[in-house]
């Protein structure tokens, strides 16, 4: 079963702005992960945030996690026609545990 | 470094054939995973193994499918007798439990498709 939502389904912007996709969850975790998928191809992995942990940045990446709002939300800046793909947040309950995702965000940007 | 291999990329078989899955997991890597997406949707956990262990199998299906991890490196995921419904890609995932890091590593995938 999933564990939780992202929002929104999809996404439709242009080259140069910033995406943010949103993600929430049901249980208690140890870390929450986001996830890139081309059309077709496996997952890459693109973040991790602890449940300690507040806010990560990666390149053009930003990550937050409210654990109090069950809730993380990914932030990519300076969109590229490449950043277009499915984005999916994963959970894990404990450290090395199965991943728990959900349906994902389909991000497509246009140039 | 090799990232995780997967095969083959694509099967094509008629119900109630069998068929089985290969994975081979990034060097070194103790845990290893066996996902499916069906489309649409995020990946959904069928096995996890710690060396030779499956510690969690409680969403395979084990009236039909089987899985194994000799020696603790490469593992075979199989379904038999295959269903209409078993469409679907199987990703095949490895981690470094105990590490620092607790990022998974997903492999190409499998796409099935069952007619």
């Known amino acids: 079963s999933q564990q939780g939502e992202e929002d929104p389904q999809a996404l439709s912007i242009q080259e140069g702005e910033n995406a943010t996709m949103n993600c929430s969850y049901k249980?208690?975790?140890?870390?929450l992960q986001w996830y890139r998928q081309n059309s077709g191809r496996g997952l890459v992995h693109l973040i991790l945030?602890?449940?300690?942990?507040r806010e990560k940045h990666s390149g053009r990446l930003r990550v937050t996690l409210d654990t109090s709002k069950k809730s993380s939300s990914l932030l990519i800046t300076a969109s590229r026609a490449a950043d277009t793909a499915s984005y999916f947040c994963?959970?894990?309950?404990?450290?090395?545990?199965?991943?728990?995702f959900g349906k994902g965000t389909t991000l497509s940007v246009s140039s | 470094e090799a990232g995780v291999v997967q095969s083959p990329r694509y099967k094509i078989i008629e119900k109630k054939q069998p068929v089985a899955f290969w994975c081979n997991p990034i060097?070194?890597?103790?845990?290893l995973y066996w996902y499916r997406q069906n489309l649409g949707q995020g990946p959904e956990l069928l096995i996890r193994?710690?060396?030779?262990?499956?510690?969690?199998d409680s969403q395979l299906p084990k009236d039909r499918f089987s899985a194994e991890r000799l020696k603790g490196v490469d593992s075979t995921l199989k379904i038999q007798p295959a269903e209409l419904g078993d469409s679907a890609v199987y990703l095949c995932?490895?981690?470094?439990?105990?590490?620092?890091?607790?990022?998974?590593?997903f492999g190409p995938g499998t796409r099935l498709t069952v007619t």
């Open positions: 995932a490895s981690s470094l439990l105990g590490g620092l890091h607790y990022e998974q590593y």
């Open positions: 060097s070194g890597h103790n845990t």
């Open positions: 193994y710690e060396n030779e262990e499956a510690v969690d």
């Open positions: 945030i602890r449940s300690n942990e």
């Open positions: 249980t208690s975790i140890n870390n």
């Open positions: 994963a959970t894990a309950a404990q450290a090395g545990t199965a991943l728990i």
